[in-house]
């Protein structure tokens, strides 16, 4: 039942939530038209000090230099929010409250002649308020208090959200309320944002998903709003429009669509439900409502011109990889979320146990991998059509058969047809929705919201936290409709595939993101041959699954269990660890094994065997354990700096079949790889190993690892090595991968010790292990760096990519754990005016960040900017981040004790921030094991260092490593260059060079050849080793 109270709020219809969520979920409607859910946190409520409800407008409130006034005594006499948190310091008890407003607008509405506004203006309402006018003050506020905050604009929605801690929640809504109140939208603010939105642009270029995604949307008919370019860059924003134009048509764009009535607002924390209406109220009342219509949606029987849609397309890919897509334009789902037809048909086509189209395909060694379905973003999924989608990553073999992996598409789409919807398969689907919803782990609150306040744009208020996750309804009448639609005569077909031969004549190119392409029509004869397909005998529908959890018990409670995880088991071949959860109570388990092992250290080829090994392992798996992962029961195998690790996480009834599948698989693996299965890898595993460099970032972080470690292989390096690996070395690999190793195993969650040993035992006996001595475990020494100053500056892998990466690393050396809470709060200090300067101000590019980096027990810090090369030299990047940590340090001296006392107590907060779920408390635990640091205990000691961490330690900690005369001045800084081509030119590299490091040396007059690295082993002769090191 709805009632209005005297305020004109109405109350809506409490939603449905999980048995597992303790929250208060509180629906209403404001007096404006703006629906809000009020999430109070009740397990965890914090209690409130009177307070004047008018606090927020009081002028000495406003977020300026001169009202920073904090006590670090009293936590409750800061910003005027009247809130004090009980049990101040007592362990780790400490959440963030969010916020997250939704505005039912999107790209979908950017005005023909600007495109990319709804983008644009995103950014604006950033630049300031009428009672908050300065740029930014919001984000330097968040931020200043250890908060985050972001928005995302969508095809037909824009999302802003932000997190906090509750005494600074009342602000920061307010500050926050204010951008969709009276935003100031100041014509000198779009300079610089143009040029944010371009460098975002930039970032995303070579990206091949969003390129495949513009491709699709320029198929789109002309009254379809998918055509659109939705990004915007600055032949949108600036050479197509006048500043006039553009800054009217932001002020339009705002009045028009920002209305209250369009809007949701989800806020979470822990306060009463009555208390957050009061602020909402309070802060966003004054929203205005238009009262005008949404833009009716268009309804298209055909949204794509099918003269364009129904071909086989072929599109250059940046990465080395060949992808098979099969698309078709179906009509729109959401307000089918009852029923979901399409998450049944992404369910079966995208299964991978037998009977299945992935099944088949890898049987037959044509592909490595196979998903299926929509994805959640506007192009795929909007209110005007749904693009659903099968992918397929094919192997050397598979683009050999490309009219054959076509036919088994169409036979399996035809299998399902024939079959027609099944129950049991809904219902099974709709029994592990129910399970996943029912034991659901809490999210962070700023997750949470932002879900929730995008949800509330589509649902009903019963319905917003369900109406995404469950299917309620089998309707066999709604697949049915859908899967009679997903004929060869109705597809998309587009092969993305990297071209490097030259084989291919493109004689297309994409507007926005110039993709090179083709396209052409399917032979008669085999369009055909697809409509009139049969079903495979390799095909038919899952059989009920084993996996699926029937026990939910807990354990017994106990009073005894400790904070931390304890040995329960010690070999000279295994460790466990057991941490019975008697916190989060819910029916789930994780296992974590470690292999320490030296043999992938040993040697390159070692290390690209132990790759294939890993890759062959999880494909002979796949048809066991994906039932498992389809009960949710996941598991995860992968490299590591010592070895490789193990993991298996979900419903603690069966989780132990599952690692015991696993043991099975790696006992069986000679048995299980031939020769055709080992080649096809082999040439699977290269070009993956050519695409982790062709983003700059990664290239920095190899580089600067190349540098500093002695022993480190570079996935260029294993590229190399992969070719000329046999079938023999990976056998004789599998064979003594277990001799000479120690496992470190971690069991916590739903299990108690005697079940922990056991797990772990059972898994260690089904494989021939011996154990590894002490004296052979694989040491990763780390060089010291000469004091002064190197530079390493080498040419992007990505021959069409302006992006560049500038990384200042600032090594300290072998540290306590206060020197690293040291640069943790010196971090704290800088992340906000550092973004401000670099990005806002100077706009050297879109990402600019500051990350404390413990490099095996070696201590440091790395400033890094992505810019673009036709706008930055990295040469003016790097002196420009040298001259704001110079500018920072005279800002550091200077700062007032009230507003360093307050940093501090913010990062504090963040360290007492309890977990939310159990997986961020297994990652914790699980580092300091893999780590052999085994210090459980890191975040309670950390509160303790920080709090007695003075400013001027800080300030003379910056002095001495990060300034040209500090005592320990060891800088390393890591180049990225661009290419500064026009995309979409041909300008490749041979295949088998383009992997090699092309040091730069001087570009520019100011520049001495002395100060480049050319070559890292030769850098490295004259350095010296740190001592093995923990951070303890």
């Known amino acids: 039942v709805m009632s209005v109270d005297y305020n004109g709020i109405l109350q809506l219809p409490i939603p449905t939530k999980p048995d597992s969520d303790l929250k208060e979920y509180t629906p209403i409607q404001l007096a404006n038209g703006l629906r809000v859910l009020l999430i109070s946190d009740t397990a965890n409520l914090v209690s409130l000090e009177e307070y004047d409800s008018d606090a927020t407008t009081d002028e000495e409130d406003s977020v300026t230099e001169s009202s920073e006034v904090t006590s670090s005594e009293d936590e409750a006499d800061s910003e005027g929010d009247p809130v004090k948190v009980l049990n101040k310091g007592k362990g780790r008890d400490e959440k963030l409250a969010a916020c997250s407003l939704t505005v039912g607008v999107g790209s979908f509405s950017d005005p023909q002649d600007i495109q990319g506004l709804a983008h644009f203006l995103e950014h604006m309402l950033f630049m300031g308020s009428e009672k908050y006018p300065k740029e930014n003050e919001f984000d330097a506020y968040i931020k200043r208090k250890g908060g985050s905050d972001n928005a995302s604009t969508e095809c037909e929605y824009t999302t802003f959200y932000f997190e906090c801690q509750e005494k600074y929640l009342l602000t920061g809504m307010d500050m926050f309320a204010h951008f969709f ?298 697949i ?231 022993k480190y292989w570079t996935s260029a390096a294993k590229y190399q090595a992969i070719s000329n690996i046999s079938l023999d070395d990976l056998k004789i690999f599998a064979n003594e991968i277990f001799k000479g190793v120690h496992i470190q195993c971690l069991v916590q969650g739903n299990f108690d010790e005697e079940q922990a040993k056991t797990i772990c035992t059972n898994f260690v006996n089904t494989l021939d292990c011996t154990p590894l001595e002490e004296e052979n475990w694989p040491k990763i020494l780390v060089y010291q760096l000469p004091l002064g100053e190197k530079c390493c500056r080498v040419n992007s892998f990505n021959f069409e990519d302006k992006n560049c990466i500038t990384t200042n690393y600032f090594q300290y050396g072998p540290a306590t754990m206060k020197e690293y809470c040291l640069v943790e709060m010196l971090l704290m200090l800088m992340e906000e005016p550092l973004f401000d300067t670099l990005r806002t101000q100077e706009q050297l590019g879109y990402d600019v960040s500051c990350t404390v980096r413990d490099t095996f027990g070696i201590l440091g810090f790395s400033i890094a900017v992505n810019s673009q090369i036709d706008k930055h030299t990295v040469s003016h990047v790097e002196n420009r981040i040298t001259n704001f940590l110079h500018n920072f340090i005279n800002t550091l001296r200077e700062m007032p004790e009230e507003e360093y006392n307050e940093a501090l107590e913010s990062l504090i907060k963040i360290k007492q921030c309890s977990d939310i779920h159990l997986s961020e408390e297994v990652k914790r635990n699980w580092e300091e094991i893999t780590s052999c640091e085994y210090a459980f205990d890191r975040l309670e000691r950390e509160v303790q260092h920080i709090s007695n961490i003075k400013k001027d330690e800080v300030l003379n900690f910056l002095i001495d490593i990060a300034v040209e005369t500090g005592k320990k001045f060891r800088k390393l800084t890591i180049q990225v260059v661009g290419h500064n081509v026009t995309p979409g030119a041909s300008n490749k590299r041979d295949a088998d060079n383009k992997l090699t490091y092309e040091f730069l040396t001087p570009a520019e007059e100011n520049e001495i050849d002395q100060y480049f690295i050319k070559d890292f082993s030769s850098f490295q002769k004259d350095l010296t080793l740190y001592p093995l090191s923990k951070i303890i």
């Open 181 to 478: 109140i009276s935003p100031i939208l100041r014509k000198e603010a779009m300079t610089r944002e143009r040029e944010a939105i371009e460098s975002e642009f930039q970032m995303v270029l070579p990206s091949d998903s969003y390129r495949r995604e513009q491709l699709i949307c320029s198929l789109a008919k002309d009254n379809n709003p998918a055509k659109k370019f939705t990004w915007g860059n600055l032949t949108t924003l600036r050479d197509s429009v006048t500043d006039d134009r553009l800054h009217e048509a932001v002020k339009a764009f705002w009045k028009t669509h920002y209305s209250a009535h369009r809007m949701t607002l989800a806020v979470q924390a822990r306060l009463p439900a009555e208390t957050l209406k009061n602020w909402v109220v309070q802060c966003f009342s004054k929203i205005p409502n238009n009262a005008l219509p949404a833009p009716e949606v268009p309804v298209l029987t055909e949204p794509f011109n099918k003269e364009l849609f129904n071909k086989f397309y072929r599109a250059e890919a940046v990465q080395e990889m060949y992808v098979l897509e099969v698309n078709w334009a179906l009509p729109p789902v959401i307000k089918l979320y009852k029923s979901k037809p399409l998450s049944y048909l992404s369910w079966l086509i995208g299964h991978e146990g037998a009977g299945s189209l992935t099944a088949y395909l890898r049987k037959n060694l044509w592909a490595s991998g196979l998903t299926s379905g929509h994805s959640d973003d506007g192009i795929s999924f909007n209110s005007i059509y749904t693009l659903f989608s099968i992918t397929i990553v094919l192997s050397e073999k598979g683009r050999e058969n490309i009219d054959n992996v076509l036919k088994a598409i169409f036979s399996y789409v035809k299998m399902l047809q024939r079959e027609g919807p099944n129950e049991r398969v809904f219902t099974e689907i709709q029994a592990i929705d129910l399970l996943q919803f029912r034991f659901s782990e809490e999210e962070s609150a700023i997750d949470n919201v932002e879900t929730l306040s995008e949800n509330m744009q589509f649902y009903p208020p019963e319905d917003y936290i369900t109406g995404s996750e469950l299917a309620f309804e089998y309707k066999p009448d709604e």
């Open 480 to 710: 049915k409709l859908f899967l009679d639609m997903m004929t060869p005569s109705n597809a998309n077909i587009i092969l993305n595939a990297h071209n490097a031969d030259g084989s291919v004549v493109y004689d297309k190119v994409e507007q926005w993101f110039k993709t090179r392409y083709t396209y052409e029509d399917l032979d008669v004869n085999f369009m055909e041959e697809l409509n009139n397909i049969t079903p495979y005998s390799d095909f038919y529908l899952p059989k009920p699954n084993e996996f699926i959890a029937t026990d939910f018990k807990l354990l017994p409670g106990r009073s005894n269990v400790t904070k931390y995880p304890e040995k329960c088991l010690s070999t000279n071949l295994i460790d466990v660890y057991c941490k019975p959860d008697m916190k989060f109570r819910l029916p789930i388990g994780y296992v974590g094994l470690n292999i320490v092992t030296p043999m992938p250290e040993e040697s390159v080829k070692n290390s690209a065997l132990l790759l294939l090994y890993i890759k062959i392992l999880q494909f002979t798996l796949v048809e066991d354990t994906y039932p498992a992962n389809m009960a949710l029961l996941q598991d995860s195998i992968g490299p590591c700096e010592r070895g490789f690790n193990i993991s298996v996480y979900g419903f603690s009834h069966k989780l132990h079949l599952l690692l015991q599948r696993i043991a099975k698989g790696m006992q069986n693996f000679n048995q299980n790889v031939t020769e055709e299965l080992f080649e096809t890898y082999k040439k699977l595993t290269r070009p993956e190993l050519a695409n982790m460099n062709l983003k700059a970032g990664s290239l920095a972080r190899e580089v600067r690892m190349s540098v500093l470690l002695k």
